[in-house]
Every structure is written in C-alpha cells, then in structure tokens.
C-alpha cells in the first residue's frame, strides 16, 4: 500500500473513530443515568435538544469553545477527550493489521478498546462500573476471541481452557485483594472488570496485562502522591489502570510472551 493511500484510509479511520467516541460518551452518561440511549444528545445544563452542528466529535467542541452553544455553560472535555481516544484507538487497530487488513482481528480489538473506554470514563468520573454492561461485553468478546483463535488453527480444548483460566486466576486473584485489605485495596466492580478481561484475553496474556496494570496504576498513583493531588490511603480509580494494561498485553503481549519462553528454553 502506497503512503498516500495508507494515510487516506488511517484519515478515514480516524474519522470513524470518533463518531464511535460520540457515541461512548452517550453510552457512559446514560449509563450512569440509568436512562435510554435513544434519546437525542441534549446540554447537561440548560437541557435544550442538540443539533448536528453542535455534535461534530471534537470540532464542535473547539468551535463552541468548549460551551453550550445555547446557554453558554461549560461542556465537559470529557467530550473531546473521548472522541479523540476513539479516533487513536481506531487508527492503531486498524495500523497494526496494514496491508493485509484482517477484518476479524481489526474489528476485534478496535470494539474490545472502545467498549473498555465506557468503562474508564464511568470509573474516572464517578468510580462506577456497570455489571451487566461488563458482563456483556465479556461474553461477546470472549466468543468473538475465540472464534478468531479457532479459525487460526488453534485447538478448543487449549483455547476454552485458556480463557476459563484466565477468567478464574484474574478473578480470584482479585476477590483475595479484596477480603484481605477489607474492601480498601480494590472495588468490587473491579473484581468483575478483571475477571471479565480475563475470559476475554485468556491465560496467559491476561497474566501480562495484569503486570502492566500494575506498573501504569503504581507509577501514576506515585505521581499523584508526589504532587500531593491524593492522600494516602485515599482510593484512586483503578479501571484506567487495568484497561491501560489491557492495551499494552494485546500490542505487546506476544512479543512479550514469546521473549519469555525463548528465555526459560
């Protein structure tokens, strides 16, 4: 593929992308309102109904300056924080599978990103996590993982075992943190969340994101310490931790996994 053809389809994407940023903001905030998504998007403040040149993903935002085209009160840059998280997770999907473009994969990861950024926006802004939205996402991307891995010749027992173990070590690895720090250390909803990346992953590339999502959490909660923007003890969010962790074991798990075994061969 020539350079100003990759570009042209990396541009698309990214377009793409957003739209389904738009979208994720509506699912998170509706979600946490516990109303109806097929509602048309309206200002938070004023309530007035939104037109489609108010719902351009980022650019209407920079346009309004980041106000209610109505009643003049700010806009969450949650907004175009989102949309743009979107778009970048779109081109690299789509990126790491140029030229051959396989479908399945592209399609996998890209969804399997986006439907985790639900629940990054709903942890950070008001430390919830939705069971049945998870659940949901972990059966569907779970099968959608598997299919992928049986039509690339893998065996069912190996991928079913895989997957079952990944879901009950993440889990139970949880649960112990837990009981044992009396509720302190993690969420419940976070015992949920990992289990479900670890039906979707498998064992062990959950196991790698899980590593990561240590270093992200225990370096950022560091920072926040050092800038004294928490206390300690005080509980921190640790979804964008996990999902963070998440992304780096499926673009680097592998390589990852195989400098293990070439290492302990």
Not at 157 to 181: D, T
Request: hydrophobic letters at 60%; a positive charge; charged letters at 10%.
């Amino acid at each position: 593929m020539e350079f100003f053809e990759a570009f042209i389809v990396l541009f698309a994407t990214a377009i793409v992308g957003s739209l389904f940023g738009s979208f994720i903001n509506v699912v998170a905030i509706r979600a946490h309102e516990n109303s109806s998504i097929m509602g048309r998007s309206h200002c938070m403040h004023c309530k007035a109904k939104l037109h489609p040149r108010h719902l351009v993903p980022i650019f209407s935002w920079l346009v309004q300056r980041g106000k209610c085209a109505m009643c003049g009160k700010p806009i969450s840059a949650q907004y175009p924080l989102v949309e743009l998280a979107a778009a970048l997770l779109a081109v690299i999907s789509v990126a790491r599978f140029m030229p051959e473009m396989a479908w399945g994969w592209v399609g996998f990861e890209f969804f399997f990103m986006l439907s985790l950024l639900i629940f990054v926006v709903m942890d950070m802004r008001w430390m919830e996590l939705p069971l049945e939205l998870m659940v949901g996402v972990g059966i569907v991307f779970s099968v959608w993982h598997m299919t992928l891995q049986s039509l690339a010749g893998a065996s069912t027992i190996s991928i079913l075992w895989s997957h079952a173990s990944g879901f009950a070590i993440v889990a139970l690895f949880f649960m112990f943190q837990y009981v044992v720090s009396g509720k302190r250390w993690i969420g419940a909803g976070d015992i949920w969340l990992g289990g479900v990346l670890g039906a979707v992953l498998g064992w062990p590339l959950v196991g790698i994101a899980i590593y990561f999502s240590y270093i992200f959490g225990g370096g950022i909660a560091l920072l926040l310490l050092l800038s004294k923007k928490i206390k300690p003890g005080m509980r921190i969010p640790f979804a964008p931790a996990l999902i963070s962790g998440t992304l780096a074991a499926l673009w680097w798990g592998p390589g990852v996994l195989a400098w293990i075994s070439h290492a302990i061969s």
